[in-house]
């Protein structure tokens, strides 16, 4: 009797079996995976493992964030291959979880030329300005604002040595640098953005011009404050110019915030006016320069009744310098108890021959104003071509700080002032050297007392990652990743099969 045929291990109907067995367990897995995150963006917090994609947001804008019960709509109108787009959608992303009532678009201009052409027939006021690339649009009934991408990253330029042999077959090497991202500060100027369509009235800040000050209305390459205006715009702040305050003229009723940058000429009689500002609460960012070391402004009588001991001086530090002359001066001592600065610390500003600004210390009293010194030269540093005395920095910018005294109440709340030893840093060429820009933000809102805008709201550090290898080991790597793993595989596989064959 003949024995039956065996049946073979896989049949047709077997190997279908397993096929669309494999391709329900691969979809049930994939809705899964779809399910799992919808509901954990939607109802609960995000982890996220790698520092460099995490934006976590300060308790300053989370309650922001809380605040805000109008919808608002964002418009990231990008391209997608720009190196601050990730960091511009996470972002965004977190203030979207916080607030439903915030939504997020975003449009490649380069990939979507059709919503791109809305996008710029609804906000066309906006493209005019900037060339149509590369913008975060905020609005919310009615009113809107435009941050440009250009001042949401701080780039340095770290220079490259090149052989030129490479090009003209010398061995000589030229200079060339490569232009890095080093922070991404889209958080302080979203949410000012934020606050920006979400109020109702923009605060005012008047220039005092007329005594030899920076021009307020400059914004080309010159020792002008138009750039400086842009940092109180993205602040949701107007700007005005006051000219004269002789006579009954005084400082505008409507003024939430007075700016003196670099003032060279005595007029005693206008600053009286100024005195009275300050004594009803006024809030106040006065810097000096090197012009007027020599003599005495009339400014420094009214500061030095605040707390304020403007020096006569100049300070230099060829240690911290990039001129032989040590005019520039990088300084990167900061108070690390004070709100205005503390987001700066692990920073650095770029000054130029400044003056020495410091406390009075011999006052005191319940009723003193509290003065704090915020910026310090380098122990390395020389007043005037002399040394400085070991272990004592030199302070540079102070902050002050007064109420009113018990049962007044001052028009303008609680009196604030800020001042600098230099006003260059914060010019055209200048504010956008190292963290001078950031500083200009910082104090702005200090002043107005904005803590939404201020505290623990610091540029996101970029960390870059460099792996160094030689061309040996550039060429192994090569051979591993083309050549080692993909033959690995085709092994195993090969002996697989065999083995299933035999």
């Known amino acids: ?42 109802y609960y917090v995000r982890l996220t493992l790698s520092a460099q994609t995490r934006q976590q947001l300060s308790p300053q804008t989370v309650s922001l964030l809380k605040s805000i019960t109008n919808e608002v709509n964002i ?39 059709a919503a791109a052409l809305k996008i710029k027939e609804k906000y066309k006021e906006y493209f005019g300005l900037t060339g149509g690339k590369n913008l975060v649009i905020f609005e919310c009934n009615g009113r809107s604002k435009m941050i440009p991408g250009e001042i949401l990253g701080h780039y340095i330029l770290n220079p490259v040595d090149a052989p030129e042999s490479e090009a ?29 369509v979400t109020s109702s009235k923009p605060l005012i800040a008047y220039f005092i011009e007329g005594h030899a000050e920076h021009a307020s209305d400059d914004d080309k390459d010159v020792p002008g404050y138009g750039r400086f205006k842009t940092v109180l715009a993205l602040n949701y702040i107007e700007s005005g110019v006051i000219t004269n305050l002789l006579g009954t003229n005084t400082v505008p009723a409507d003024c939430n915030l007075l700016i003196i940058a670099g003032v060279r000429k005595r007029y005693p009689i ?74 700066l610390l692990g920073s650095a500003l770029q000054l130029v021959r400044p003056r020495s600004v410091g406390a009075i210390t011999n006052r005191s009293g319940s ?35 007064k109420a009113g005294a018990k049962g007044v109440f001052p028009e303008h709340g609680i009196t604030r002032i800020v001042v600098a030893g230099d006003s260059f840093f914060l010019d055209n060429q200048m504010i956008d050297w190292a963290d001078n820009r950031a500083f200009a933000s910082y104090a702005i809102n200090w ?3 904005r803590k939404q805008l201020l505290a623990g709201v610091g540029p996101h550090p970029v960390v870059e990652y460099k792996l160094m290898m030689t061309r040996a080991q550039l060429s192994s790597v090569r ?3 083309l050549a080692a793993m993909p033959g690995a595989f085709l092994l195993f596989g090969g002996a697989v099969w065999l083995r299933r064959r035999h």
């Open 1 to 42: 009797m003949d024995n039956p045929a065996p049946k073979t291990s896989f049949s047709a109907g077997r190997r279908w079996g397993i096929f669309f067995s494999v391709i329900i367990s691969i979809i049930a897995v994939i809705a899964l995976v779809i399910m799992v995150n919808y509901l954990g963006a939607r």
């Open 75 to 113: 418009v990231i109108y990008y391209d997608k291959k720009d190196d601050l787009y990730g960091d511009i959608l996470t972002l965004l992303d977190e203030y979207r979880l916080r607030n439903p009532k915030i939504s997020v678009q975003t449009i490649d201009y380069r990939a979507d030329a």
């Open 168 to 196: 003209n077959g010398t061995n000589q090497t030229q200079r060339t640098f490569d232009k890095n991202l080093v922070s991404f500060q889209g958080e302080t100027s979203f949410s000012a953005a934020l606050l920006a």
């Open 270 to 343: 206008e600053w009286e006016k100024v005195r009275d500002y300050l004594n009803h609460g006024g809030k106040m960012l006065v810097l000096f320069n090197f012009f007027s070391r020599d003599y005495d402004t009339g400014l420094e009588a009214i500061l030095a009744d605040w707390g304020v001991d403007v020096g006569k001086n100049v300070i230099k530090d060829v240690n911290h310098s990039s001129e032989h002359s040590g005019d520039d001066l990088s300084v990167g001592g900061f108070s690390p108890s004070h709100p205005l600065v503390n987001p």
């Open 367 to 401: 009723d003193a104003p509290k003065v704090d010194e915020l910026v310090f030269a380098d122990w390395t540093a020389s007043i005037n071509d002399s040394p400085l005395p070991a272990g004592r920095p030199i302070p540079l910018i102070v902050a002050v700080e």
């Open 447 to 449: 002043l107005l007392d």
């Open 479 to 481: 051979w591993i990743f």
